[in-house]
């Protein structure tokens, strides 16, 4: 069995040294808010180039603090619009309508899968404050015309960058390319801890110092609340492993892309449409490798019967779920096309040449 992503074998490569690093939080009796943490908030910033980072609970509790802190330093307010993407998992949805803003959807480009900057500046009205910029399956999003509109209309740029960190667009890490960036370490993510964990990258002092209050019950100064806030807050024992994975993500990342270039390169099938290695292989990370086809049901059961595990990211696109019954009427036909057909095959940094080549097999034998 080819699973789609191994955990265990993932995070066992760094058994020793991971085992070392909870044991010394373990037997240290500082659980939060101590020196793994700011280790790591230290050496993340350093890795992705911004001044500020700052460790939180998970992926959307960073982008929720982002979108609260904008609202806190009067920046944003109720019922503001912040444009995302129409396919983007559900979690950047929720960051937005959970503090009141209203998400706009732009439909994404079909052979990128990420926000169509040609679509932005017909969806801005006097109430749009920002852009959710998704970084989707580990492929940036960016460019010159993206940071004009943002100028022209003053809004901020805000990242989604759970799926793409090492990613990078003209040598400017994502998570550097805009004013503020959600990370997810959820475990299976690029960079996964063992169990929830997320960060927020900015470059304002202000926004970043705003958030920590934020994430730690609205206070800076204990006993003392400047705001109704939250407790999302990174543990130590993550910190430390997120810290010791942290090392590695270049050359996992680096893996991951030349695995993807043996699937484009040798996967051929007519009914199978493939990513494209972007002209700057840096800019993907490859996150997950997804692919389309007609009758992508029975080609993912063709996958299983030959043992090999595929997901689909995702299912039903945000706009028909039932809990944004308002959306329900609305049509985006890209989403939609984009949720019926899409596959994501296995890739990770463990996945073993031989691996790789049985799934490849199994997909030019299909038909
Ligand atoms: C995983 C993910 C999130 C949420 O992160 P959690 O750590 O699971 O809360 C947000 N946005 C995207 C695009 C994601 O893939």
């Given at each position: 069995?080819?699973?789609?992503l191994d955990l265990q074998k993932i995070n066992l490569v760094y058994q020793q040294e991971i085992e070392d690093r909870?044991?010394?939080?373990?037997?240290?009796?500082?659980?939060?808010?101590?020196?793994?943490?700011?280790?790591f908030?230290?050496n993340l910033k350093n890795y992705i180039g911004?001044?500020?980072?700052?460790?939180?609970?998970?992926?959307?509790?960073?982008?929720?603090?982002?979108?609260?802190?904008?609202?806190?330093?009067?920046?944003?307010?109720?019922?503001?619009?912040?444009?995302?993407?129409?396919?983007?998992?559900?979690?950047?949805?929720?960051?937005?309508?959970?503090?009141?803003?209203?998400?706009?959807?732009?439909?994404?480009?079909?052979?990128?899968?990420?926000?169509?900057?040609?679509?932005?500046?017909?969806?801005?009205?006097?109430?749009?404050?920002?852009?959710?910029?998704?970084h989707?399956y580990g492929r940036v999003?960016?460019?010159?015309?993206?940071?004009?509109?943002?100028?022209?209309?003053?809004?901020?740029?805000?990242?989604?960058n759970?799926q793409a960190i090492g990613a990078s667009w003209?040598g400017l890490k994502a998570g550097n390319?805009?004013?503020?960036?959600?990370f997810s370490f959820?475990p299976g993510k690029n960079l996964g801890a063992l169990?929830?964990?997320?960060?927020?990258?900015?470059?304002?002092?202000?926004?970043?110092?705003?958030?920590?209050?934020?994430?730690?019950?609205?206070?800076?100064?204990?006993?003392?609340?400047?705001?109704?806030?939250?407790?999302?807050?990174?543990?130590?024992?993550?910190?430390g492993v997120l810290d010791v994975k942290l090392k590695y993500i270049d050359a996992e990342n680096q893996y991951r892309r030349e695995i993807a270039a043996r699937y484009i390169?040798?996967?051929?099938?007519?009914?199978?449409?493939?990513?494209?290695m972007p002209?700057d292989p840096n800019e993907h990370v490859w996150h997950l490798f997804?692919?389309?086809?007609?009758?992508?049901?029975?080609?993912?059961?063709?996958?299983?019967?030959?043992?090999?595990?595929?997901?689909?990211?995702?299912?039903?696109?945000?706009?028909?779920?039932?809990?944004?019954?308002?959306?329900?009427?609305?049509?985006?036909?890209?989403?939609?096309?984009?949720?019926?057909?899409?596959?994501?095959?296995p890739i990770s940094p463990v996945m073993t040449k031989e691996e790789i080549?049985?799934?490849?097999?199994?997909?030019?034998?299909?038909?």
């Open positions: 069995m080819i699973k789609f909870l044991l010394s939080t373990f037997r240290s009796g500082w659980y939060l808010l101590g020196n793994e943490v700011s280790n908030e230290n911004t001044p500020q980072a700052i460790g939180v609970a998970n992926g959307l509790d960073a982008l929720r603090l982002i979108f609260r802190a904008y609202i806190e330093m009067g920046i944003m307010k109720a019922g503001d619009e912040v444009l995302v993407p129409s396919n983007t998992y559900i979690a950047s949805m929720l960051a937005i309508s959970d503090n009141g803003l209203v998400p706009v959807l732009v439909e994404p480009e079909m052979d990128t899968y990420n926000i169509d900057s040609s679509e932005i500046e017909s969806k801005i009205t006097s109430k749009t404050k920002a852009i959710l910029l998704v989707l999003v960016f460019s010159e015309a993206l940071t004009t509109i943002a100028d022209k209309y003053d809004l901020k740029i805000v990242e989604d759970a003209n390319l805009g004013d503020a960036a959600g959820y169990g929830d964990a997320g960060a927020v990258t900015c470059k304002d002092e202000e926004l970043a110092k705003t958030i920590r209050a934020i994430a730690n019950y609205g206070s800076n100064q204990k006993y003392i609340n400047i705001y109704k806030g939250l407790n999302s807050r990174l543990d130590e024992i993550q910190a390169q040798e996967i051929n099938n007519d009914q199978i449409i493939k990513p494209e002209a997804v692919i389309r086809t007609s009758d992508r049901d029975k080609l993912q059961k063709h996958l299983l019967d030959q043992g090999i595990q595929t997901l689909i990211h995702y299912p039903i696109p945000p706009h028909q779920q039932a809990a944004y019954a308002e959306w329900n009427q609305l049509s985006f036909p890209k989403s939609e096309r984009i949720h019926n057909e899409v596959l994501s095959l080549a049985l799934v490849i097999q199994n997909l030019n034998d299909y038909n």
